[in-house]
């Protein structure tokens, strides 16, 4: 079998590093940080032009259709610089899914302006006490050939800028609900949220929201499978940031060690370091190897659940081991805010929480095996 990294893609990430690189830098995300909003809009135009927004957008409404895990690639490349734009929210859940069970009015009208950067659509996947889009407490009810949703939603990514927002609701008949909801429409109120990573996030309160029966992306069955797409890519997708971002951790620690002395001698020599920051290479490397199978398979249209939850896993354990390693290993530098490591740190602390933690999709996988172990004994 040929594992190798196909040239287009090892083309794609280079140029994304570049782009990354140099937007990025300490002075620029300090800028950036200042502004009501953290989101770099001349950074997400540069992706645009470089054709990098429609990795996972077919050719046809102006994408490259690479797939989705070049786009995972692009998540990492965007996690390593901790880069401040909304690209799972928008790239992943929004329009991944979009692209894969929108109707084709739906597509024609929004993917082309998402590739070129001129229109976002983010996705609203979080409910307090419940982070499962495929069973939301938000209600919808047939309204004038559309519907009108009632609920709430937490941490959505740039939801004042939106020109949609994708959530799911039920209606009365427990038949699922997935439409765009326009956050500018009556009965929509957005109160900004003080998320860890420092993004920029709102809670979404949803009274009576008319939707339009163009506005509805799918229902019924389908939305099911629709929000478990959305939510296993979204999951990958942030394992893949993660991976960035631990990544990059590992390298900040390793170089600092071996410069900042101590007793006459570089830190990294005494064993106690060089074993911790050893162990973080083992994390991330592990974490690799996980996402890029969820990712390929995903990309594969094959049955992903059980290794998107092993890769969301480690992602959550990874990001707590390297970021705790990273601090230690460099002291009171690390906390620094003129320092650039407490910017890795605070989001992949807010990753590890996110579409569930750990502990509890190990509970879920336990109970998934046991499930599968009784239905064959």
């Not at 982070?131 to 919808?140: F, V």
């Not at 990958?236 to 002395?261: N, P």
């Not at 896993?313 to 970021?323: M, N």
């Not at 989001?347 to 046991?370: D, H, K, V, Y």
Request: charged share 20%.
């Amino acid at each position: 079998m040929d594992f190798s990294i196909p040239e287009e893609l090892t083309s794609a990430r280079e140029l994304a590093q570049q782009i990354f690189n140099d937007f990025t830098t300490v002075d620029r995300l300090k800028k950036i940080e200042q502004q009501d909003q953290r989101f770099d809009a001349e950074l997400w135009q540069a992706l645009a032009a470089a054709g990098l927004l429609g990795l996972d957008i077919e050719e046809c409404h102006g994408g490259t259709d690479m797939g989705f895990f070049a786009l995972s690639a692009l998540c990492e490349e965007a996690g390593r610089c901790v880069a401040p734009i909304p690209l799972v929210p928008v790239l992943v859940a929004a329009a991944g899914t979009l692209r894969r069970f929108g109707s084709n009015a739906l597509r024609d009208r929004w993917l082309p302006a998402i590739a070129d950067g001129s229109a976002c659509i983010t996705a609203a996947l979080e409910e307090y006490q419940n982070d499962d889009p495929a069973a939301p407490a938000a209600t919808a009810s047939p309204l004038d050939g559309g519907m009108a949703i009632s609920g709430t939603r937490i941490c959505v990514s740039h939801a004042s800028s939106a020109a949609r927002i994708l959530v799911s609701a039920r209606t009365d008949g427990g038949d699922l609900v997935v439409a765009l909801v326009d956050p500018r429409a009556a009965g929509v109120t957005l109160t900004p949220q003080t998320v860890t990573g420092g993004d920029t996030c709102h809670e979404m309160q949803m009274d009576q929201v008319q939707v339009p029966a163009e506005d509805v992306v799918v229902s019924g069955a389908r939305a099911g499978e629709a929000m478990r797409w959305a939510v296993q890519a979204t999951r990958t997708a942030l394992c893949a940031t993660v991976l960035g971002l631990t990544d990059k951790m590992m390298r900040m620690t390793g170089s600092y060690t071996t410069e900042r002395e101590q007793f006459g001698r570089a830190i990294a020599t005494f064993q106690a370091v060089s074993h911790r920051v050893a162990d973080c290479y083992i994390d991330v490397e592990c974490l690799r190897l996980v996402t890029h199978q969820a990712a390929s398979l995903i990309d594969q249209g094959r049955p992903a659940e059980e290794a998107v939850t092993i890769a969301k896993i480690w992602c959550g354990d990874t990001a707590h081991r390297v970021s705790q390693a990273a601090q230690h290993c460099h002291g009171g530098t690390g906390v620094d805010r003129d320092y650039p490591l407490f910017r890795y740190c605070m989001a992949a602390r807010q990753i590890e929480l996110t579409l569930g933690n750990s502990a509890s999709l190990t509970g879920q996988l336990g109970e998934q095996i046991a499930a599968e172990f009784l239905a064959t004994a």
